[in-house]
C-alpha cells in the first residue's frame, strides 16, 4: 500500500525453508532510487495478507501466522507519514490469507480468501477502527489481482478451487455501494490469471506477472503486463513485461484508488 509519496511493504515469508514469515514494515520513496528503510514492526510475524490505503493511513491483514501456525483475521494499520510500529484495526469477517486489496479514499476492500474459498469481499471505512463488514461477493474464489480508482475496484482472474482452472475474467464492483462483483472484461489474449497483482492511476489498472495455466493448476509463471481502462471495460490489452516471471509478488503506486484525485 502506500501514499502519493511513500510505498510501504509489510510481513511476508522469510528467505529460509519453512519460514514463519517476518513483521518487518519497509517504506521507500517512490520518486527516488534506493533501498528500502525500516519503518517499524507488525504486530505479529506473518505472511499472504495484503494491503491497502487512503492518503494518509494504510491497513493491512496478516494473513497467515506461521509461528502458530494458523490463518487469522487480524487487521493491523499504520499512519504512512510517520514511521512506527503497526497497531490493531479490527477483524476481518472471517479467517483467511492469500487475499487481495484496493480501496477508495474513504473504504477498503479485502476479498478472495483462502482456505474459505468463498469469495466473500469485506470492506471497511479506513479512518475510523472497527471490524470489517460482508460487501459482497466475488466469482472467483481466491487468486485475484485488484487494483482501482478512487470509485471501482477491478479484481482480475482466480480460482474457484477446488474446481480446477484459473479464470480468464475480469470484475468489478463500485466501491461506495455494496454488492457482488460484476463481469467487466478479459485478460489479454484470453490467458488464464493466477496470484498477479495490481497497481493502478486514476484512469488505467495494470495486472502484473501471475501463472498463466496451461493445465488445470499447473504454475507457469509469466511476465506479463496488460491494462484496462477503468471507464471502459472490454479485453485488457498489452502493456509490456516485467524483468523476470513472478507471481505472488506485491505492487504499489502514487496514483491509486485511495488517494482521490491525484
Partial sequence: FGSSTRGMFATGYGDTPGSTGHNIIDYITIASIGNAIDFGDATEAAFNGDGCSSSTRGVFNLGYIGGAPTYNNTLDYVEIATVGNAKDFGDLSGIGGWNTSTSSPTRGLFGGFYPRNDGVLDRITIASKGNAVEFGNLFTHYGQSACSNSVRGMFAGGTNYP????????????????????????????????AGRGVSSQTRGCITGGSNATAPNTVDEVTTIQYLDFDSGGKATAFGDMSIPRRNHRGVSDSHGGLGGY
Wanted: overall charge negative; charged content about 10%; hydrophobic content about 35%.
Fill in 163 to 194: 474446481s480446477p482452472g484459473y479464470s480468464i475474467s475480469i470484475q468489478s464492483v463500485i466501491m461506495a455501494s455494496d454488492g457482488n462483483a460484476v463481469d467487466f472484461g478479459e485478460s489479454y489474449n484470453g490467458a488464464q490469471m493466477y
